[in-house]
């Protein structure tokens, strides 16, 4: 065997439960090496990668540098290594989980700011007035600049924030801040509201491919057998197959070829269609005669072509 293709997910905390979980759903379960305390691992179903268990935020940097083939992190991290990502990184797939905001918040005691183009005026103001910048809270200093630039704000300073930042204004550290919330109700403890143009960017977990790592066919053999199986997991949660007795007459024919041109796709003894469409499906072949109808849930849906795969494959070599 070849050097392993090598992935990496989060080592603590919520991220790392949901990943683990995503995973074993896909057949694909983690078995640490070492204990609950190792930093290796590897995947059930898929021999030839190895493991490695990192913060969420050295997985960005890994997947930027090329020390990982693949990873599993928060996009706002990945986008907080600066401008170009995607000359770096290729997203493969927004696995749906850890969703978090990066907004823009101002104190709620501002009651004429509402937008960005307040707070330039602000901004403005305050520099005139007392001869210094506003000074802004935040982490995410690469999406702030790049935000403020582009809604015309520079009368400000990046004040960075290594503890909690929604807690910066109350400490007189900053007037404003720029954080990652899920809810705004920590926001919103602290005296703070979001500007109703201040969303950055809507964030979850993406499965991230490195473009600057060590790639080759076998590792490309790895990641195309991952990909297809993430791919054909997330068709069957949105499928559901129908089968019934066939009769092979014009009537059947009619009713399924409507249902084919609606979206379902034909399967040797039935049909696949969106799991929302099911009962409306069954319906209309049972008016048509035809049934009993058996609905049910498959665990794979594997297709011919596996997009996210071509588009990886088509980026490295």
């Known amino acids: 065997m070849g050097a392993p293709l090598i992935i990496a997910v989060p080592s603590k905390g919520r991220l790392k439960e949901q990943v683990e979980a995503w995973l074993s759903d896909c057949g694909l379960d983690l078995a640490i090496s070492g204990g609950a305390r190792g930093y290796l691992a590897n995947l059930k179903g898929l021999p030839d990668a190895q493991v490695r268990l990192l913060s969420a935020a050295d997985i960005a940097d890994a997947l930027s540098t090329g020390d990982v083939h693949l990873g599993v992190t928060g ?9 170009g990502l995607d000359g770096r990184v290729l997203l493969l797939k927004a696995l749906g989980f850890g969703r978090a905001d990066l907004v823009v918040a101002a104190p709620k005691s501002w009651l004429d700011v509402d937008t960005m183009a ?5 901004a403005h103001d305050y520099l005139a007035r007392t001869g210094r910048r506003l000074r802004v809270a ?14 015309g704000v520079v009368d400000y300073r990046i004040a960075e924030s290594g503890g909690a930042t929604e807690g910066a204004p109350a400490a007189g550290i900053a007037e404003v801040v720029v954080d990652i919330t899920t809810t705004g109700a920590t926001l919103a403890a602290n005296g703070l509201k979001v500007l109703s143009d201040g969303l950055i960017l809507r964030s ?3 499965l991230a491919a490195s473009l600057r790592a060590d790639w080759d066919e076998a590792r490309l053999a790895v990641a195309e057998r991952l990909l297809r199986v993430v791919e054909a997991r997330t068709a069957a949660l949105a499928s559901a197959t129908l089968t019934w007795p066939a009769r092979g007459d014009s009537a059947e024919a009619e009713v399924v070829d409507r249902l084919v041109a609606a979206g379902a796709s034909r399967r040797p003894n039935g049909l696949l269609v969106d799991v929302g469409r099911a009962a ?4 209309a072949l049972t008016a048509a005669g035809l049934g009993p109808v ?7 849906v594997f297709e011919v072509d596996c997009p996210a795969f071509i588009e990886l ?5």
């Open 204 to 206: 979850q977990a993406q």
């Open 294 to 300: 058996t609905a049910a849930r498959p665990d794979f």
């Open 118 to 122: 307040d707070v330039e005026d602000v």
């Open 313 to 317: 494959r088509n980026r490295v070599l």
């Open 138 to 151: 935040t982490k995410y200093l690469a999406q702030t600049r790049a935000f403020f630039a582009r809604h």
């Open 75 to 83: 996009e706002d991290l990945l986008r907080e290594r600066g401008e």
């Open 280 to 283: 409306d499906a069954s319906l």
